[in-house]
C-alpha cells in the first residue's frame, strides 16, 4: 500500500506513534523512528520494521526545538532521500488544577503538542513542495497527518494546557490543509479517544478506573494503540487520496456525548 515512500513518525518509540511506525512499516513505507528520550525501545521499533523488509532509522531531537527539527529533517533527506509521509505524533500531559497550573506546565505543552507539530509539518512541506508528485510513488506530493485528539473537541478539566494544545492543533490543521491543498499535500487529522497507551495508564489499568472510563464510550472498549495505527495508514494511502483537512474520531463513539444516550 506504501510501498517505496518515506515516512518520518515522532514520537515513534512508545505507545501510539510505536504502533503507527510499525504500521507504516508493514504497509511497506521506509520509516524514521523519532524519538526524545529511550533509544533502546526506539531501536525495537526500528528492528520489528525492518523485519518487514524495510528500511528504518532512529532519530533524536526534540519537535520544540527548531534547530532540531531542521536538522533531523534535514538528514532524512540526506538518508533517505526525501519524505513522502508525515506523522506528527509526539504529545505530552503537564496536568494540573487550573489555579495551580504553572506557565512552565503551560508552556512545555504547548511547545512540543502544537509548537512542535508546526515545526515537523513546516519543514517537510518545503521538501514535498522541492520535490513535487511523483506519479510511480503517490499521486500527492506528500501527506501530513496530525496527531489530535477527541479533548479537540471535548473539554476537559484539569488538563487545560492539553485541551488547549489539541484545539489549537485543529485550526492549524485546518489551515493547513486549506492553504497547501492546490500543491497536491494532503493534510489531516486523527483524534484518538481513549487507547491503552503509558500517558494514561492511570485512567484504564485498575478494574474501577476501566468501569468509569467505560462508561464514556457508547462502544464498550478501550482502544489499542493499533487502532489508531491502522487509520494512519489509511489516511496516508492513495485510498484516500480525497480526503483534505479531515479529522477521523477514533474514539469508540466517545464524542457522542453518551451522557445524553438515556435523554438530556
Known sequence: MLKGQKALVTGANSGIGKATAIALGRAGADVVVNYVAGREDAEKVAEEITSFGGRAAVYEADVSDEDQVVAMLDRMIQDFGTIDILVANAGLQRDAPFTEMTLAQWQKVLDVNLTGQFLCAREA?????RR???????????????????HQLIPWAGHANYATSKGGLQMMMETLAQELAPQKIRVNAVAPGAIKT???????????????????????????????????????????????????????????????????
Not at 125 to 129: D, N, Q, S
Open 125 to 129: 512541506t518545503k521538501e514535498f513542495l
Open 198 to 264: 503509558p500517558i494514561n495508564r492511570s485512567a484504564w489499568e485498575t478494574p474501577e478506573a476501566r468501569a468509569d472510563l467505560l462508561r464514556l464510550i457508547p462502544y464498550r472498549r478501550i482502544g489499542d494503540p493499533e487502532d489508531i495505527a491502522n487509520a494512519v495508514v489509511g489516511l496516508s494511502s492513495d485510498l484516500m487520496d480525497y480526503v483534505v483537512g479531515t479529522t477521523l474520531y477514533v474514539d469508540g463513539g466517545m464524542t457522542l456525548f453518551p451522557g445524553f444516550a438515556t435523554g438530556g
Open 132 to 150: 513535487g508528485v511523483v506519479p510511480e510513488v503517490s499521486s500527492a506530493a506528500g501527506k501530513i497527518v496530525c496527531m489530535s485528539s477527541v
